[in-house]
């Protein structure tokens, strides 16, 4: 997932066991690091320009599936976006990124597009779910399409099986938390402050801040 992404060696990524290791990134190949996607704008800033017409924004309601949004959740979805590089100050059209940067048009399903870069992944989305990822999340939340909604529900999904939501619900984006998320989406750091892949990583530092800065700005907007 961070690239909601994990960066795999050919060994470790098919050795995991089903949905969590499969996530994100994705890459076959096992040396090297992911291009991050988006600019290098410090964290505050960025968490500061999303559309008020985005889902950046969109911080209550269900929206018919499992999970209930708050500006907690949204917060974290948003910084996860940041750190898989999807983030692209807000706008939608995160939720088709694939992997390298490219973007795709039909929502209907995730694309199962293989890219070559540096690397070979067929990562997409907000939280670059890998195909077999989506597919396994999307059969236990019968998500009917790729449409964002369903991929927000399914990146809260897998954060609820790291055992992180109800701490983040509770305490915001910890350290605890971010290090039970580093399995899931390798640019996030395990306590140590490294990639779980040994892939290139996010600070601690640098994603509290985005989150902060983020959920400050959902809460203001609606009045809390």
Not at 175 to 190: D, H, I, R, V, Y
Request: proline share 5%; net charge positive.
């Amino acid at each position: 997932m961070h690239r909601l992404f994990c960066v795999f060696s050919p060994v470790t990524r098919w050795s995991r066991p089903v949905v969590g290791a499969a996530l994100t990134a994705g890459l076959v190949l096992s040396a090297g690091a992911k291009q991050p996607l988006q600019n290098a704008e410090a964290p505050a800033e960025q968490a500061e320009q999303s559309a008020t017409s985005s889902r950046a924004t969109l911080s209550s309601g269900k929206e018919g599936g499992r999970y209930e949004l708050t500006p907690e959740r949204r917060a974290l979805l948003n910084t996860i976006r940041y750190a898989e590089g999807t983030w692209k100050d807000g706008e939608d059209k995160g939720y088709r990124i694939m992997y390298g940067g490219g973007q795709f048009q039909d929502l209907s399903r995730h694309p199962e597009r293989v890219i070559v870069k540096r690397y070979t992944s067929a990562a997409a989305g907000a939280y670059q779910f890998l195909p077999k990822t989506w597919k396994g999340v999307a059969k236990e939340l019968r998500l009917s399409s790729f449409e964002p909604r369903h991929q927000d529900q399914a990146a809260l999904h897998l954060v609820e099986r790291r055992g992180a939501l109800s701490e983040i619900d509770r305490q915001g984006l910890t350290k605890n938390a971010m290090a039970k998320l580093a399995p899931e989406w390798a640019s996030f750091p395990t306590w140590t402050g490294r990639s779980a892949y040994g892939q290139p990583v996010k600070s601690h530092q640098e994603l509290a801040s985005f989150y902060s800065s983020n959920l400050r700005e959902l809460r203001n907007q609606l009045g809390a």
